[in-house]
Nanobody
């Protein structure tokens, strides 16, 4: 029943912006929601997280100052505003739900972000 659906990916020129959305249904991500990305041939990388109750945010060093994570508690939705995109940001971006402390148990199918170089 749990489903996370990402949207907003696409092709963008280096220096451009995209806004990703992730809507969760069937569960509430009571601890946090996060964004991960996986580039070809690489392992999944944590990009950003946001605490569901306190709004505390975390960003990978590689995206600090460029990406912003936000949430809508009523909609059970998390967003990732990505500015000043670089070719190295190209990846499939996944949202994940931390419903139990310490575990991202639920994952979306991913949305492709392509950045031209």
């Amino acid at each position: 029943q749990v489903r996370l659906v990402e949207s907003g990916g696409g092709l963008v020129q280096a220096g451009g912006s995209l806004r990703l959305s992730c809507a969760a249904s069937g569960t509430f991500c009571s601890i946090s929601m996060g964004w991960f990305r996986q580039a070809p041939g690489k392992a999944s990388e944590l990009v950003a997280t946001i605490g569901w109750s306190d709004g505390h945010t975390y960003y990978a060093d590689s995206v600090k100052g460029r990406f912003t994570i936000a949430k809508d508690n009523v909609k059970n939705t998390v967003y990732l505003q990505m500015n000043s995109l670089k070719p190295e940001d190209a990846a499939v971006y996944y949202c994940a739900c931390e419903a139990v402390a310490g575990q991202y148990d639920y994952w979306g199918q991913g949305t492709q972000v392509t950045v031209s170089s």
